[in-house]
């Protein structure tokens, strides 16, 4: 392995962990940690200095990972690769106990620091779920093949489910008005292919743009505070508008 090859590894190392299979990350372990040991031996080698001065850093709130029990995810993993059935405990929102259950593993999607295992229940195979991994209790393959809903396609499901929190599947033509040092970096990253920002003779930025109708739209919208206003759709704004009367009774 040379110095080149050692800096690649080492920067994927932290970004492909939580995405393998356990069996298939403990095989290639070895090959990262000497990936890290060409790098530090190498103390004035200008790879080493790139590791050393790259990071990606998330657009939102720091949160730290549920704790996830590592035999349940081990077992998980694995009924994932081999095409195998689970029988689960699984611990529902708000519940004080466990159940069990029959699962299907269809995939794995890592959102934020939360994975989430996309699976049917039991014996009802058209409702594909979102489980999120920390809930499982235990987990250990039945002796049976899962059962696949035909045709079933994980990118297909994501956009049509949205682990955003979909309102509807039609998007929202949208139109807000920000105060310019916080709207600004929308002229750089648009929300949409279609968005339109205008300066406002106020010094304010008005954008438009057709977006997803999400809850996670409105959490991003809201967390902009007083330095946004929402224009239009109509409904949009009848929303900030009671949840603005609502802040304001909780903080009067």
Known sequence: MDK??????????????????????????????????????SEKSHLKK????????????RLIPPFVDQEVYTKIYDALLNGWQLDVQYLKVNAKKSERRIVNPLGI??????QRLICTMDSDLQDIRHLPLHRFKDASANGEALVEPENFSIDEYLEDQSLS??????????????????????T????????KSIETEGGKIRITASVAD???????????G???????????????????????????
């Open 4 to 41: 080149m090859e050692a800096l690649s590894l080492s920067l994927a190392h932290k970004f492909l962990e939580p995405l393998m299979p356990v069996e298939g990350y403990d095989r290639i372990k070895n090959l990262f940690d000497q990936a890290n040991n060409i790098l530090e031996s």
């Open 50 to 61: 790139w590791r050393d001065r790259v990071r990606v850093l998330p657009q939102t709130q």
């Open 109 to 114: 999607v890592l959102q934020g620091v939360v």
């Open 165 to 186: 929190l979909l309102r509807s599947k039609k998007d929202l033509k949208i139109e807000v008005l920000f105060e310019a040092l916080a709207g600004f970096h929308l």
């Open 188 to 195: 750089e990253t648009p929300l949409s292919l279609d968005q």
């Open 214 to 224: 999400t809850e996670q739209l409105r959490w991003w919208l809201f967390s902009f």
């Open 226 to 252: 007083e330095n946004v206003e929402v224009l239009k759709p109509k409904s949009l704004r009848d929303e900030f508008k009671e949840r603005s009367r609502s802040l304001n009774r909780l903080y009067s």
